[in-house]
Each structure stands twice: as C-alpha cells, then as structure tokens.
C-alpha cells in the first residue's frame, strides 16, 4: 500500500474533517450537556457494587480509544509510519488506563482504596479541566476528537462515583 493510500484510508477512519472542533461551538457544548446529565443519572443509580464493573468497562473503553487514536495519529501526516512519542499512552490524563484497569483487578484494600481516591480526585479536575478548556484535545481528526471527549467523560463520572 502506497503512503498516498494509506494516508487515505486514515482519514476515512479517522473521520477527518477540514474544520476542527472549536470551544463552546455545537460539539463542545454537546459533550458538556451529555456530561451533566450523564453524571446526575451516574450519581443517582450508583451502588457500591457498580464500581467494580464501571471500572472494567471504563478501563476496557479507554484502552481500545488509545489504541486507535495511536494508529490515527502515528500515521497523521504523511501516510508512512512515524510513531509520535509525545502521543506515548503515559500521558497525564492516560493514567486513568492504568489506575482504573488495576481497580478492577484488585480486591478492596489499601492499594485500591488509595487508587480510587486517585482516580476520584485526580479524574474529576484533569477531566474537567480538558472539559472546560478543550483546544488542546481537538484535532482535525474527529473520531480522536470524539474519542477524547469520551475518555475526559469517563474520567469525570468515575471520578464522582469513586469518590461518593
């Protein structure tokens, strides 16, 4: 497969689009109502039970989002592979992959417990400060920028229902 191709086949599943999202414009706002509401029916259905199972599925969703978001981006600009280092899956907000797959591994405890404060304190300010402030994840790439909102989602629910 040629560069030219692959480049192609990128932006197809990318979903790349000519205009990136903006601040506070419809995809923004979008993400913010869906936040709200999300994390009001999260709050008032949540049991202690639940919070195993939310972070399995939370951790399961963000590290297929990581997945593709490194293929997206490793192939961006000129179709041939060129890993982005700075897109490494250790990032600051790519912790919660890690923190919330090892709560789900492990049984209730000091190591879990001292993770799920983590996960509450740190998930609810880092989600939504990207939340509030979102230049920074948007990109021309609109499943990344889908995928980045959801994760920043994820992190701020789990955050609340961790620290409930």
Not at 60 to 68: F, K, L, Q, S, W
Not at 122 to 141: I, K, R
């Amino acid at each position: 497969m040629t560069a030219e191709k692959t480049l192609n086949l990128i932006k197809q599943i990318g979903f790349y689009v000519e205009n990136k999202p903006n601040a506070f414009g419809l995809f923004h706002l979008c993400w913010l109502a869906a936040t709200v509401l999300a994390i009001l029916f999260a709050l008032k259905f949540y049991n202690k039970k639940m919070l195993n199972v939310t972070y399995t599925i939370t951790a399961i969703v963000m590290i297929i989002g990581e997945v593709y978001k490194q293929i997206i981006l490793s192939f961006n600009q000129t179709g041939n592979f060129k890993y982005q280092w700075y897109y490494f899956p250790m990032q600051f907000c790519s912790t919660p992959i890690y923190t919330f797959a090892l709560c789900a591994i492990l049984r209730k405890g000091k190591l879990y417990d001292w993770l799920s404060v983590y996960n509450g304190v740190y998930c609810l300010f880092a989600g939504f400060t990207v939340l509030m402030l979102p230049d920074t994840v948007y990109s021309y790439y609109l499943g990344v920028c889908v995928l980045s909102m959801l994760h920043h989602v994820l992190m701020v629910i789990v955050g609340a229902i961790a620290l409930k």
